[in-house]
């Protein structure tokens, strides 16, 4: 007897994984502990121009911060050797959001003791210990917020505290002496206009991807015989490097602007949003194909036969039957789609578009890694807000289907 239940008893834990510490954040500790010793916390430079010398953290700032954040760091690799259970999960989170909060403000501190040290004029960039840190940390907050929960709006409440936090020590001034952050202050008006141009950018792509897209998803699932080759289509217009589609509307556009003087009026030209726009709707039908086309194709065939014994025409089954039940695929369809978007459209720059990308090329020929940074980090951060905000849409869709 006792053979018998002493499995039966050892069973949910298995299941719950009781007994098990985290390998994966074990090891990502550890390479952050590795990164603190032996890597640039931050970098320092005279100038601009000059490139930085690597500083360590205890060499940038006072020994009682460096304890403070090694603290957090052990803390956090304690953390991960636990057991799993619900209360690791909590004390994980809640160290790893310190951790990634004290990291930035330890970057903002250096860099206030450089600029009193050597003047306004030197600069502190983020080092390669400073990422690792900051990434590490994020990831186990990440982890340790989704084992807690799969309610998304708990998961951006956490987001939010956490992203409200770095922002109260932005408001405060305590960043302002970052390279980063001079940046940004340089060119403030800039940036906005750039950030509203990359939105207008997404904004344009997807109002023409969404129609089309979906249309040609109705297609191929409506038309079997036509779907091997419209996908064989989108497919090959993925595979062509996104430079090269803007180079090859850049003779087309500006032939039409030429012979209709009214598109030049309307801003239509070889260079410029409009053809950023076109090669990003491009690149958007495929995503916006596919996702119509399972979504539709989801739809169990019992239900396809019930709306048919109660009357629907294929309309009616459409609009009322096959869409509602597709709402969560297609929803994750366009999260996929709008992140894609996001990321694309830094190199619209290029063909005189503007958007996040005008920074990382302005940077790149001016050898500026912060302002480099300026736009890559700014265009990570909308695409992982748009992530997180359909993210949201596409869980409230998928509990609304399911109740």
Do not use: C
């Amino acid at each position: 007897m006792s053979v018998i239940s002493a499995p039966q008893a050892a069973a949910p834990q298995l299941r719950s994984g009781a007994g098990r510490s985290n390998p994966l954040l074990v090891l990502i500790v550890g390479g952050m502990a590795a990164a603190v010793m032996g890597l640039g916390f931050v970098s320092v430079a005279p100038n601009r121009i000059l490139s930085g010398r690597p500083v360590v953290l205890w060499s940038a700032v006072e020994p009682e911060v460096t304890a403070i954040l090694v603290a957090l760091i052990i803390g956090l690799g304690v953390s991960a050797v636990l057991r799993v259970g619900a209360w690791r999960d909590r004390l994980t989170a809640v160290i790893a959001a310190v951790t990634l909060v004290a990291t930035v403000a330890a970057a903002g501190h250096a860099a206030s003791l450089v600029a009193q040290a050597s003047g306004p004029v030197a600069r502190t960039s983020l080092g390669a210990a400073f990422w690792i840190v900051a990434a590490g940390s994020g990831f186990a907050l990440a982890d340790a917020a989704t084992r807690l929960t799969r309610n998304m709006f708990v998961q951006m409440i956490v987001v939010a505290i956490v992203g409200g936090a770095i922002a109260l020590l932005a408001a405060s001034g305590a960043l302002s002496d970052l390279s980063l952050a001079r940046e940004l202050a340089n060119r403030r008006e800039a940036y906005s206009s750039e950030v509203v141009r990359h939105l207008v950018l997404v904004g344009g792509a997807l109002a023409g991807a969404l129609p089309i897209g979906s249309l040609l998803g109705y297609i191929t699932f409506r038309r079997p015989k036509w779907r091997k080759a419209l996908f064989a289509i989108l497919n090959l217009i993925q595979t062509v490097p996104s430079i090269a589609i803007f180079g090859l509307l850049i003779g087309p556009l500006s032939a039409l602007s030429g012979w209709f003087p009214t598109l030049r009026t309307l801003g239509i030209g070889g260079i410029g949003a409009a053809p950023a726009i076109i090669a990003l709707t491009l690149y958007g039908l495929l995503p916006v194909a596919r996702g119509v086309f399972t979504g539709l194709a989801s739809t169990p065939p019992g239900v396809l036969d019930a709306a048919r014994g109660m009357g629907f025409d294929e309309r009616q089954i459409l609009w009322r039957v096959s869409i509602p039940l597709a709402l969560p695929i297609l929803v994750t369809s366009l999260r996929l789609v709008v992140v894609q978007l996001t990321g694309l459209a830094v190199v619209a720059a290029l063909i005189g578009a503007g958007g996040l990308g005008a920074f990382i090329f302005q940077g790149l020929g001016q050898t500026a890694t912060d302002l480099i940074l300026l736009g890559a980090l700014s265009a990570i951060a909308l695409a992982l807000a748009a992530d997180l905000l359909l993210r949201s849409l596409a869980a409230a869709v998928t509990t609304g289907a399911s109740a």
